[in-house]
């Protein structure tokens, strides 16, 4: 789009205003096409019954990506898909511990079982061990 002002200004600075429009606008637009990519996309959160992965449910849902919520906590990763599906969006639960190797396979299954295929997978769920100071 363009945008044109009655402001009287040498020709170089209207164009330099031109230009500047021109350039927010291409950002805006990249931004939106960002967005837009989540749509009907399957992604996978692990640890996404609460904090940071509860809230990248929630956005990513908020885009249209098709979510599936993981946690080894169910009643929470149930409140969050729950969550979802009464903001519009498209959810399903499956309990997994991501320090078990067996379970995390049987995710994968079950989740290309449902979709057919996993786009983006945010490995959000920690695992407890020991702790050690990385540096001085």
Same mark, same amino acid.
């Given at each position: 789009? @363009? ?5 009287? *200004?040498?020709?170089? $600075? ?6 500047? #429009?021109?350039?927010? #606008? ?9 967005? =837009?990519? *989540? ?8 640890? +996404? ?9 929630? +956005? ?6 098709? =979510?599936?919520?993981?946690? !080894? ?5 149930? +409140? ?6 009464? @903001?519009?969006?498209?959810?399903? /639960? /499956? ?10 396979? $049987?995710?994968?299954? @079950?989740?290309?079982? %449902?979709? &057919? !295929? ?6 959000? +769920? &920690?695992?407890?061990? %020991? ?6």
């Amino acid at each position: 789009k @363009q945008i044109r002002h009655n402001i009287r *200004f040498g020709e170089n $600075q209207t164009y330099e205003c031109f230009l500047k #429009f021109k350039n927010l #606008f291409t950002y805006i637009e990249r931004i939106n096409l960002l967005f =837009m990519e *989540f749509k009907n996309k399957v992604v996978l959160i692990t640890g +996404a019954a609460s904090g940071i992965g509860k809230a990248a449910a929630l +956005a990513f849902a908020k885009e249209g990506a098709k =979510m599936v919520v993981s946690d !080894r906590n169910i009643p929470a990763g149930e +409140a969050t898909v729950a969550n979802i599906i009464e @903001q519009g969006g498209e959810a399903v /639960f /499956f309990s997994a511990d991501v320090a078990v190797f067996v379970e995390v396979e $049987q995710l994968i299954q @079950q989740i290309l079982e %449902l979709h &057919g !295929r996993l786009d983006i997978a945010i490995n959000n +769920a &920690g695992i407890a061990g %020991l702790s050690a100071r990385t540096s001085d």
